[in-house]
């Protein structure tokens, strides 16, 4: 008797390869749950950025790895739930914020965004090679910083030179690291699943 799951398709992101088919809606209900609230903790790490409004911090890492593993649509819907919840007073941005009057909030805003774009990469396998994932991960940490960048010159009156230095140039190291961990992580899960499979 065989044990072995169905073999992995094409267009598939990892959240696909769940064995849910009877309760598939409850399953991608948990995911977007799940993946909000996986994005709030990670926010709470966070570490000050001398000169800037922005901190480093997991939430970028967590919407980026959410949208991947879960799909533009589930990756999406993920962060919405996530900007929602926050701009209504829950504190789960970073340090333990909330609200819609911040200069960090385009951060968030391409985030979601950032989610849904990674996620579509994915389902085109965008996350199963090393150089994959470095790709997919440089565009959605560009689509962050596209949105959030120039909200953070609009929302403090910044010109767009000074925002890019607070709120791009000092995160760039972090943002490679980010990217080795995924480049690292997504692969491998692809291959132990497939094996599986």
Known sequence: MSTAAAP?????????????????YAVDA???LGGAALTGLAAQIAVPVPGSPVP??????AALLIGTALGARRGFLSLALYALVGMA???????????????????????LLAATVVGALARRGGDRSVLRTAGTMAVGSAVVYAVGVPYLALSTGMSL???????????????????????????AAWKLLGRRG
């Open 8 to 24: 992995v398709r094409s267009g598939a992101v990892l959240a696909d390869l769940l064995p849910a088919a009877r309760h598939r």
């Open 89 to 111: 007073g829950v504190p789960w941005f970073a340090e333990g914020t909330s609200g819609y009057a911040m200069p960090s909030l385009g951060y968030v805003f391409g985030m």
């Open 161 to 187: 030179s000074a925002a890019v230095a607070a709120g791009l140039t000092p995160f760039l190291i972090g943002d490679a690291l980010k990217a080795l961990l995924a480049m690292g992580a997504l692969p």
């Open 56 to 61: 480093v911090t997991g939430q970028t890492f």
């Open 30 to 32: 948990a995911l977007v």
